[in-house]
Structures are given as C-alpha cells and as structure tokens.
C-alpha cells in the first residue's frame, strides 16, 4: 500500500519552542519513531509543513539590506533540504542500511489570479504579542492575524494545480524508495508569457508562498 504521512510544521518547531536546530531535530527524530514501522511495511511518502521553518529564516534575512533579501521561493526550498535531511538521517537510524531515502525540492504549479493571494491565511514564522506584531507588520509589510492569544505573520497559500515532479517522485516509490517531498506543499511557481517558470507571491512572478498539496492525485 502506498501511505502519505504529513507531518505539521509547528509539530517539527512547536509553538513557544526556541526554534533551534537541536529542538526541530529532536521533534523530528520523535516523528522517525513513529513513522518508521509503517513505513518497513509500504510504500512511503512524507510531507511536511514549514511555516516556522520559512518565518525563521526569513527573520535571519532581515539582517541584509532590502535589495539582498532572499526571496520566500528560495527560503522555502532551503526548508524543504532542512527538513528533508533530518527526515532521512533520523529515520535512516532506525531502519535498515539497504532502505533508499530521497528528498525532492518539489515545485508546484498555481494560478497567478488565485484569489488565496489577496487573501493570506498561512502562518509563519514566530507569535508575537499583538502590538509587536503592528509593529513589525508596518515596517515590513507584512500581513498579520491573530493566531490563539498571539499573533503571526500569514502569506498566501494557493491552490495547487500539479505536482512538475511527480514522475520521478512515482518512480522512486516503485523501487521502494521512501520520499520526503513537497514540503511546505511545495514551492507555489507559475509560468509566464514566454513560458518561462518562476515563483510568485501576492500574485506577482518573481518570489513565493508556501503553498498546500491538498486535492493533488498522488497514485
């Protein structure tokens, strides 16, 4: 059987949790001591939120002057390679040496009129208090809701048209291989009018939100 496990972002850095890099991988390596029975036992797939992932490096970001920021599309296939690597490495530890591993930076075409861009509803990054989060809503334009008693930054999450890697994602499930992909939902890119592939946000070419798998055909 094949079997899809998503594992939530804010469960790999949990809500109030320092996000260090030694809290995500020991969340992680829970979630490996979960997964790894079903996984001896199916074919495997693992998705993976990233809002706190791709907040905290967007945070680090603001150290660069405007023009040299990083851009979310790139940030959120830094996440996917993040994750993906403790994914295998605490899994790895559990199952057997001959078991395959691999991680997909997977890219997911959207539609640039998708009314989810003039509607951010995805968090990211850290809580803040809410006048902090004014605060920094105003120097950086951000968007912002309430989330619980805290506050945090929200992008757009569109709906997804197509999975561009799903080929040699099938074809690595058929020789047995468990495969980290689409994390975040992948990396929201639309083409433009010469045909030409890029990441979006706020329905403008040129960088990204994180977006959903949701309604993706995965047999």
Not at 97 to 106: G, H, R, Y
Not at 113 to 124: H, Q
Not at 128 to 157: F, Q, T
Request: proline letters at 6%; one cysteine or more.
């Amino acid at each position: 059987m094949r079997i899809v496990i998503a594992l939530g972002g804010n469960a790999l850095l949990r809500r109030g949790q320092a996000m260090t890099a030694e809290n995500q991988r020991e969340n992680v390596r829970v979630a490996a001591g979960a997964m790894v029975p079903i996984a001896a036992q199916h074919q495997f797939v693992v998705s993976h939120g990233n809002g706190p992932q791709v907040g905290l490096l967007a945070l680090q970001g603001a150290a660069y002057k405007p023009g040299e920021v990083y851009p979310l599309d790139v940030l959120e296939a830094e996440t996917e390679g993040m994750i993906g690597y403790m994914i295998e490495q605490e899994m790895g530890n559990l199952l057997p040496v001959e078991v395959p591993f691999a991680t997909i930076l997977t890219m997911i075409e959207v539609d640039q009129t998708d009314p989810a861009f003039a509607d951010p509803t995805k968090f990211i990054g850290p809580v803040y208090e809410e006048a902090e989060a004014r605060r920094l809503a105003s120097e950086k334009n951000w968007s912002i809701e309430p989330n619980g008693d805290k506050w945090r930054r929200v992008v757009a999450s569109p709906m997804p048209k197509r999975i561009f890697e799903i080929r040699p994602i099938r074809w690595l499930l058929e020789r047995n291989t468990i495969v980290i992909c689409a994390g975040g939902g992948g990396i929201p890119t639309v083409y433009d009018e010469n045909r030409r592939l890029q990441g979006i946000v706020d329905g403008t070419a040129g960088t990204t939100v994180s977006g959903v798998v949701t309604g993706l055909e995965w047999h």
